[in-house]
């Protein structure tokens, strides 16, 4: 089974896109949260991947900008976007935001040895959808407590994650040649190893690197392959001058951060 998995769309179509025709063929999406704030094209964004998601957990801006949350915790930036967000969004997407589950959510797929790896999605940790998991120090607890193996969660917009099999922990970055086409990264799952994967952020990246971030789960072959695919950032841009978001919004995607 090959799960395509993307986070923090964030409401930039132009990466979307460039990231499903990068992607081939899956046999399930599993979506991290995020899909909206910040970027020019949430319509657009939510229609394109309600009708493709297996699985979506929610983030933090689709409950702001749903109204279901209040923008207090954000920085006027954000809390900026969110506003602008919240009355774009038609009335079916609101609903459909609003109707979303929280993480964790519990899910499964086939692997080699005919054994299923229980696999957690989530939107930024398995014990608090709103924490950001950036440091061990931050992983240690969901790396012990997860009753999956593998989690895979967003919300700190870096692709890579750790790992821990008994004393043995790692952090997990991929290293990039830093080429601006696309490229891509394998990491093996051995069997007796926890698991926390951020596939990267679709449509706002903040680990220095502009491009596209998604990953591919590939349950038969025991892997995750990291993805960074370039898209028309210039598009991206226009988009959020031309709808008066605030300009650092369109400044930063070119930043990676
Ligand atoms: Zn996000």
């Known amino acids: 089974m090959r799960a395509l998995i993307l986070s923090d769309i964030h409401a930039n179509l132009e990466a979307l896109n460039a990231v499903l025709a990068a992607a081939g063929k899956w046999d399930a999406l599993w979506n991290l949260g995020d899909m909206v704030g910040y970027g020019a094209s949430p319509n657009q964004v939510l229609d394109i991947i309600r009708p493709l998601a297996t699985l979506t957990v929610r983030g933090n801006h689709d409950r702001v900008c749903c109204g279901l949350s209040s923008a207090v915790n954000f920085n006027p930036t954000a809390r900026a976007a969110a506003k602008w967000t919240l009355a774009k969004l038609t009335p079916d997407n609101l609903e459909w935001l609003r109707a979303l589950p929280q993480g964790p959510l519990e899910t499964e797929a086939p692997t080699a040895d005919s054994k299923a790896m229980r696999v957690t999605l989530v939107h930024g940790s398995p014990l608090n959808e709103d924490q950001y998991i950036h440091t061990m120090r931050d992983a240690w607890a969901p790396l012990q407590q997860s009753t999956a193996p593998l989690t895979f969660f967003g919300h700190t917009h870096v692709q890579g994650g750790f790992s821990q099999k008994q004393q043995d922990w790692l952090e997990l970055r991929p290293r990039f040649a830093g080429r601006t086409d696309a490229e891509s990264l394998v990491l093996p799952i051995p069997p007796g190893t926890r698991h926390l994967i951020n596939p990267g952020a ?16 590939d349950s038969l072959a025991g892997e995750v392959v990291f993805h960074r695919v370039p898209y028309d950032l210039r598009r991206a841009q226009g988009r959020i001058l031309m709808a008066r978001l ?12």
């Open 246 to 257: 605030p300009e650092r919004l369109a400044a930063r995607l070119r930043e990676g951060r």
């Open 202 to 217: 679709v449509g706002q990246p903040r680990d220095y690197d502009w491009r596209a971030a998604f990953a591919i789960y």
